[in-house]
């Protein structure tokens, strides 16, 4: 089982809809978990992080945590095509040092 | 406002060659690293220095070495280029290691023939 784990895709979604983007993680002692948008050819950039079971909006990105269930998704509302991009989940572990471990990303397509 | 420097931004290597990626950033933070990243993989990681004066390695260490020259700067070395270490290669950095969120350079893709 991978440490990370988000369905590569691609997720073609329509303009305006919803897209959700999904991610299960294994270290149950996770404490941080966040959301890095990367366009083709550029660098990852943070969008998004969560520490505490439930939602968090930011803007038309809303990152929601389960713990129990150790799944973590991003829900990007009214989605343009600016939005197309790939979508890395990333946890911090707390086994050993602490250190970020990446998904394999989704990569997302916004069809106008 | 540079953020994260890494140098080069592209490279041809030959099996058996050596390289040093070169990386420095100007926030005056803590942690870096070095993650590789291949399709359909994401981002793996390779070595990282919590802090000055140490490294660790990653999931992915072998074929490479780090060294963490003082609080600036982070190079990758490859000692044997293999075929298999072609990628792109992201250096980052961070407050710290328990800091989520990491400043990317922009990348270094490197090609061993």
């Known amino acids: 089982q991978k440490e990370v784990e988000q369905n590569s895709g691609p997720l073609s979604v329509p303009e305006g809809a919803i897209a959700s983007l999904n991610c299960t993680y294994s270290?149950?002692?996770?404490?941080?978990f966040f959301w890095y948008r990367q366009y083709s050819g550029k660098s990852p950039e943070l969008i998004m992080s969560?520490?505490?079971?439930g939602d968090k909006e930011d803007g038309r990105f809303t990152a929601q945590l389960n713990k129990a269930s150790q799944y973590v998704s991003l829900l990007i509302r009214d989605s343009q095509p600016s939005d197309s991009a790939t979508y890395l989940c990333?946890?911090?572990?707390?086994?050993?040092?602490?250190?970020?471990?990446f998904g394999q990303g989704t990569r997302l397509t916004i069809n106008p | 406002n540079a953020g994260v420097t890494q140098t080069p931004k592209f490279q041809v290597l030959k099996t058996g060659q050596s390289m040093t990626l070169q990386c420095a950033q100007d926030?005056?933070?803590?942690?870096m690293y070095w993650y590789r990243q291949d399709p359909g993989m994401g981002l793996r990681l390779i070595y990282y220095?919590?802090?000055?004066?140490?490294?660790d390695k990653g999931e992915v260490p072998n074929g490479y070495n780090v060294s963490r020259l003082n609080k600036r700067e982070f190079s990758l070395r490859l000692e044997s280029a293999a075929p298999s270490q072609t990628s792109v290669y992201f250096c980052?950095?961070?407050?710290?290691?328990?800091?989520?969120?990491?400043?990317f350079g922009e990348g270094s893709r490197l090609t061993v023939l």
């Open positions: 969560i520490y505490s079971n």
């Open positions: 990333a946890v911090n572990q707390k086994q050993g040092a602490q250190k970020l471990v």
């Open positions: 980052a950095s961070s407050l710290s290691t328990g800091a989520g969120e990491l400043f």
């Open positions: 270290d149950r002692g996770s404490q941080s």
């Open positions: 926030m005056n933070h803590n942690s």
């Open positions: 220095s919590a802090s000055e004066g140490t490294t």
